[in-house]
């Protein structure tokens, strides 16, 4: 069993903070949509805790941004074109259906990539697509008072509300793929291990990085 340091501290720092702002909105999110219902949050204060950790959670996205620009963390998005598609077809299949048959995994991280093609797609879309539209839609909630009236002939509001409930139940359905994604490693706690101490363990892997 060998192990490779694959998660910086920032990177873990990050993660982790990230989570529980995460976590934060879905609660305080909830409380709002469902106000009224036991063990929620009542309104104002619920609206003053999403408030609070969505403006934390865009100064965080924005720190994970320049962290990849001027980190070596950066290389890991990027994908790599030449076999693409027979990389993404392996992974996919083993999610679905060879990791139940005990398959061996198609991709080993590594120091120049700890994620393999269909993590890299899913986080590219993750936090450079849909974090960026819960931001903005969320800053355009915040100052809705300033919206046009309509929108394409729709209440600008009712499509800003719409628009970020939406991108919020897509990462909560990410958040949900992504807990199970965490127990497929060697042990069910090997992953997540790593993420606390940085350090990958990985029996298939011949050298130690």
């Known amino acids: ?70 980190s070596t963390n950066g290389r890991h ?16 299949l083993y999610y679905g259906y060879g990791i139940f048959k005990n398959a061996p995994h198609p991709f080993h991280p590594s120091a120049e990539a700890k994620l393999n093609t269909l993590q890299q797609i899913t986080y590219i879309g993750v936090m450079y697509l849909l974090m960026p539209l819960l931001i903005i839609s969320g800053w355009a909630f ?37 807990l199970y994604i965490i127990t497929t490693g060697e042990t069910v706690m090997t992953n997540m291990r790593a993420m606390l101490t940085g350090w990958h363990r990985d029996s298939h892997q011949e050298t130690e990085g």
Do not use: C
């Open 77 to 92: 998005y990027h994908v790599q074109l030449k076999g693409f598609i027979g990389r993404l077809i392996a992974q996919s």
């Open 142 to 178: 915040l100052f809705s008072v300033y919206l046009p009236e309509t929108l394409l002939g729709i209440g600008s509001v009712w499509v800003v509300a719409m628009s970020h409930l939406t991108i919020a139940y897509l990462l909560v359905l990410f958040l949900l793929v992504h």
């Open 1 to 70: 069993m060998s192990q490779l340091y694959l998660y910086a501290r920032w990177v873990r720092i990050w993660h982790w903070i990230n989570a529980l702002l995460f976590l934060t909105l879905m609660y305080s999110g909830a409380s709002m949509h469902f106000n009224g219902a036991v063990l929620l949050l009542d309104f104002q204060t619920a609206i003053t805790v999403h408030n609070t950790a969505g403006i934390l959670l865009t100064i965080g996205w924005i720190g994970f941004v320049i962290g990849n620009l001027i």
